[in-house]
């Protein structure tokens, strides 16, 4: 099936903004191609077809396992890279029992601050971009262009002809991985000739109302470790506050600034707690038979 629909864009989408949302995890780049021109050759193809507006570019999904150099050269190039702990796939189901996931919720902030006429680019495989058919409609009515990647042509009738369709190799092409020479003889002529966005690591888990969850030297490993992750992920977390533990619930409270005896209530029915009383029953008891 050819998805060689790559119409130049109308002349009012050609110097509006373009986001792109990036399901890294479903759509990942491929050996033998250099992260540091990912984000300059997509700016490259879609420049050509005469989209020249802002451009963003949002790469989602648990990132735990992307060596942390790869990462960094995401980040430097321009891409902005967001961690989300709490799964697998920015398409797959954000909590249990909802049907939001991340990338649609991050879209739907997105197009609250961004009326149209705006393009928005969609990187993932057939099957997660089959659950977004009913959002990309709805988009679509609101005067949103929509382009759709893929890593390999969807099965015929699998995603509705409308949008403007590219193969993720195709978007990728001045990013392919060649000698060192080459490869800082091409990096240098693209950097030269577009500029971007600054980028950055964040944490989903870890934003909220005071911080974006930016991770500032960029390290998400040692991010992970960290205490602060590890107080953020109690308040973010789908599991219940009683599999917690209870020395790092109470570490949790005072982090957030909920007082001692508001958090002596909120735990008195920990496991913990109710181990701890059902044994100093005991011993009473045992004390009162002697």
């Not at 033998?32 to 077809?49: A, F, N, Q």
């Not at 978007?171 to 030269?192: C, F, M, P, Y």
Request: proline residues 7%; charged residues 30%; negative net charge.
């Amino acid at each position: 099936m050819s998805l060689n629909r790559y119409e130049e864009a109308p002349p009012e989408l050609q110097t509006a903004k373009t986001m792109v949302w990036w399901d890294i995890k479903s759509c990942p780049v491929p050996e033998g191609y250099d992260p540091l021109l990912v984000r300059r050759s997509i700016e490259s193809v879609l420049s050509d077809k005469q989209y020249r507006g802002p451009l963003t570019i949002i790469a989602l999904g648990n990132l735990e396992d992307i060596p942390l150099e790869d990462l960094q050269a995401y980040s430097s190039s321009g891409i902005v890279m967001k961690h989300d702990p709490f799964v697998e796939s920015s398409c797959t189901e954000n909590r249990e029992g909802t049907t939001i996931t991340s990338l649609m919720e991050e879209v739907r902030r997105w197009t609250f601050f961004n009326p149209a006429p705006a393009s928005i680019v969609f990187i993932s495989n057939p099957q997660c971009l089959l659950r977004f058919s009913y959002q990309m409609n709805c988009l679509s009515t609101r005067e949103y262009n929509i382009l759709l990647t893929f890593e390999s042509a969807p099965l015929s009738g699998y995603i509705p002809p409308r949008p403007t369709k590219f193969l993720w190799k195709d978007l990728l092409k001045d990013a392919v991985r060649k000698s060192v020479w080459d490869q800082d003889s091409t990096g240098k002529k693209i950097e030269e000739k577009f500029t971007c966005e600054p980028g950055g690591i964040f944490c989903i888990a870890c934003n909220s109302d005071s911080r974006d969850g930016r991770i500032e030297d960029g390290d998400l490993t040692a991010h992970l470790t960290s205490e602060t992750h590890e107080l953020e992920m109690i308040g973010n977390s789908p599991k219940n506050i009683f599999e917690h533990d209870l020395s790092l619930l109470y570490k949790w409270g005072a982090y957030t600034g909920i007082p001692r005896e508001r958090m002596d209530y909120i735990l008195k029915g920990h496991p913990e707690l109710v181990k701890n009383e059902g044994r100093g029953r005991e011993e009473d008891s045992e004390e009162e038979d002697n």
